[in-house]
Protein backbone atom coordinates (compact mmCIF):
# COMPACT_ATOMS: atom_id res chain seq x y z
CA UNK A 1 0.00 0.00 0.00
CA UNK A 2 1.56 3.63 -1.00
CA UNK A 3 -0.61 7.06 -0.61
CA UNK A 4 0.50 9.80 -2.45
CA UNK A 5 -0.29 13.59 -2.72
CA UNK A 6 -2.04 14.33 -5.58
CA UNK A 7 -0.24 16.61 -7.43
CA UNK A 8 -0.07 18.11 -11.28
CA UNK A 9 1.18 14.71 -12.79
CA UNK A 10 -1.29 12.49 -10.55
CA UNK A 11 -4.36 14.79 -10.91
CA UNK A 12 -5.71 12.74 -14.16
CA UNK A 13 -5.19 9.67 -12.22
CA UNK A 14 -7.32 10.95 -9.44
CA UNK A 15 -10.35 12.31 -11.56
CA UNK A 16 -10.45 9.09 -13.78
CA UNK A 17 -10.85 6.95 -10.07
CA UNK A 18 -13.43 10.04 -9.23
CA UNK A 19 -15.52 8.90 -12.05
CA UNK A 20 -16.05 5.39 -10.61
CA UNK A 21 -16.82 6.96 -6.96
CA UNK A 22 -19.70 9.25 -8.76
CA UNK A 23 -21.03 6.76 -10.72
CA UNK A 24 -21.12 3.75 -7.77
CA UNK A 25 -23.04 7.34 -5.78
CA UNK A 26 -25.59 7.94 -8.49
CA UNK A 27 -27.66 5.69 -7.11
CA UNK A 28 -27.80 7.33 -4.27
CA UNK A 29 -27.17 10.79 -5.33
CA UNK A 30 -29.50 10.70 -8.85
CA UNK A 31 -26.54 12.07 -10.31
CA UNK A 32 -26.32 12.16 -14.08
CA UNK A 33 -23.66 12.15 -16.49
CA UNK A 34 -23.30 14.98 -18.58
CA UNK A 35 -23.39 15.14 -22.28
CA UNK A 36 -19.44 13.96 -22.28
CA UNK A 37 -20.20 10.66 -20.57
CA UNK A 38 -18.55 12.15 -17.52
CA UNK A 39 -20.32 13.24 -14.48
CA UNK A 40 -19.96 16.92 -12.23
CA UNK A 41 -17.33 16.34 -9.33
CA UNK A 42 -18.59 17.85 -6.17
CA UNK A 43 -14.80 18.58 -4.68
CA UNK A 44 -12.39 20.28 -6.62
CA UNK A 45 -8.56 19.33 -5.37
CA UNK A 46 -6.88 22.62 -5.06
CA UNK A 47 -6.39 25.53 -2.54
CA UNK A 48 -7.46 24.21 0.82
CA UNK A 49 -8.48 20.91 -0.86
CA UNK A 50 -5.62 18.22 -1.11
CA UNK A 51 -6.02 15.19 -2.84
CA UNK A 52 -4.48 11.47 -2.09
CA UNK A 53 -4.32 8.59 -4.02
CA UNK A 54 -4.42 5.10 -2.68
CA UNK A 55 -2.12 2.28 -5.01
CA UNK A 56 -1.79 -0.89 -4.33
CA UNK A 57 1.21 -2.70 -6.54
CA UNK A 58 1.57 -0.30 -8.22
CA UNK A 59 -2.11 0.02 -9.43
CA UNK A 60 -4.32 3.29 -8.38
CA UNK A 61 -7.10 1.76 -5.91
CA UNK A 62 -8.52 4.61 -4.06
CA UNK A 63 -9.11 8.12 -3.51
CA UNK A 64 -9.37 11.09 -0.94
CA UNK A 65 -10.18 14.43 -0.54
CA UNK A 66 -9.21 16.19 2.17
CA UNK A 67 -10.21 20.10 3.17
CA UNK A 68 -8.30 21.69 5.37
CA UNK A 69 -10.50 24.77 7.09
CA UNK A 70 -9.95 26.95 10.30
CA UNK A 71 -6.35 27.79 9.07
CA UNK A 72 -5.23 23.85 8.90
CA UNK A 73 -6.94 23.43 12.79
CA UNK A 74 -9.60 21.32 11.29
CA UNK A 75 -9.58 18.63 8.27
CA UNK A 76 -13.13 17.31 6.42
CA UNK A 77 -12.72 14.33 4.29
CA UNK A 78 -15.15 15.57 1.57
CA UNK A 79 -14.49 12.49 -0.99
CA UNK A 80 -13.21 8.85 -0.15
CA UNK A 81 -13.47 5.91 -2.44
CA UNK A 82 -11.61 2.62 -3.08
CA UNK A 83 -12.30 0.38 -6.21
CA UNK A 84 -14.47 -2.32 -4.96
CA UNK A 85 -12.75 -5.27 -5.62
CA UNK A 86 -9.74 -3.91 -3.13
CA UNK A 87 -12.44 -3.55 -0.48
CA UNK A 88 -12.67 -5.99 2.97
CA UNK A 89 -9.13 -6.23 2.71
CA UNK A 90 -8.59 -2.94 5.27
CA UNK A 91 -6.83 -1.24 2.62
CA UNK A 92 -9.49 1.72 2.94
CA UNK A 93 -9.29 1.71 6.84
CA UNK A 94 -5.01 1.38 6.90
CA UNK A 95 -5.59 4.59 3.90
CA UNK A 96 -8.24 6.28 6.04
CA UNK A 97 -5.78 6.18 9.21
CA UNK A 98 -2.61 7.38 7.43
CA UNK A 99 -4.60 10.51 6.29
CA UNK A 100 -6.01 11.14 10.22
CA UNK A 101 -1.79 10.60 11.21
CA UNK A 102 -0.36 13.20 8.49
CA UNK A 103 -2.85 15.92 9.82
CA UNK A 104 -3.00 16.83 13.21
CA UNK A 105 -6.24 18.59 14.44
CA UNK A 106 -10.19 18.38 14.78
CA UNK A 107 -11.35 16.15 11.99
CA UNK A 108 -15.39 15.64 10.49
CA UNK A 109 -16.43 13.00 7.81
CA UNK A 110 -19.98 12.86 6.81
CA UNK A 111 -22.07 10.59 5.25
CA UNK A 112 -25.14 10.97 2.97
CA UNK A 113 -28.84 9.67 3.67
CA UNK A 114 -28.89 6.19 1.87
CA UNK A 115 -25.00 5.33 2.44
CA UNK A 116 -24.89 2.91 5.66
CA UNK A 117 -22.48 1.15 4.60
CA UNK A 118 -20.45 4.69 4.22
CA UNK A 119 -21.65 4.98 7.80
CA UNK A 120 -20.59 1.51 9.29
CA UNK A 121 -17.29 1.40 7.64
CA UNK A 122 -16.35 5.44 9.67
CA UNK A 123 -17.95 4.42 12.87
CA UNK A 124 -15.28 1.39 12.69
CA UNK A 125 -12.45 2.83 11.01
CA UNK A 126 -12.62 6.26 13.36
CA UNK A 127 -13.65 4.01 16.31
CA UNK A 128 -10.34 2.06 16.13
CA UNK A 129 -8.44 5.06 15.49
CA UNK A 130 -9.44 7.06 18.35
CA UNK A 131 -10.07 3.84 20.75
CA UNK A 132 -13.86 4.97 20.46
CA UNK A 133 -13.13 8.33 21.65
CA UNK A 134 -15.62 10.14 18.71
CA UNK A 135 -18.92 12.18 18.48
CA UNK A 136 -21.31 11.33 15.95
CA UNK A 137 -24.28 13.42 15.55
CA UNK A 138 -27.13 13.80 12.86
CA UNK A 139 -25.94 17.19 11.09
CA UNK A 140 -27.86 19.43 8.58
CA UNK A 141 -25.34 19.60 5.76
CA UNK A 142 -26.39 22.79 3.28
CA UNK A 143 -25.34 21.33 0.29
CA UNK A 144 -26.48 17.56 0.75
CA UNK A 145 -29.19 17.79 4.03
CA UNK A 146 -29.19 15.81 6.95
CA UNK A 147 -26.05 13.70 7.11
CA UNK A 148 -24.25 11.55 9.44
CA UNK A 149 -21.45 13.07 10.95
CA UNK A 150 -18.57 11.88 12.95
CA UNK A 151 -16.07 14.13 14.46
CA UNK A 152 -12.95 13.88 16.36
CA UNK A 153 -9.02 14.71 17.35
CA UNK A 154 -5.81 13.24 15.82
CA UNK A 155 -3.27 13.89 17.41
CA UNK A 156 -1.21 12.77 14.40
CA UNK A 157 1.54 10.28 14.06
Not at 6 to 17: A, F, H, K, Q, T
Request: overall charge neutral; some cysteine; charged content about 25%.
Amino acid sequence: MKIVKVDSESLPIYLNLCQSYEGEFSAITDKKPGKNGLFELDTQIGGNVLGYLLYEKKSPIGLAAVKAKSGGQCFEVCEFYVVPSFRKQALGKRFAIEIFKMHQGRWEIKQISGAEYATEFWRKTVGEFTGNNFQEDLYQDEYWGQVVRQQFLSAGS
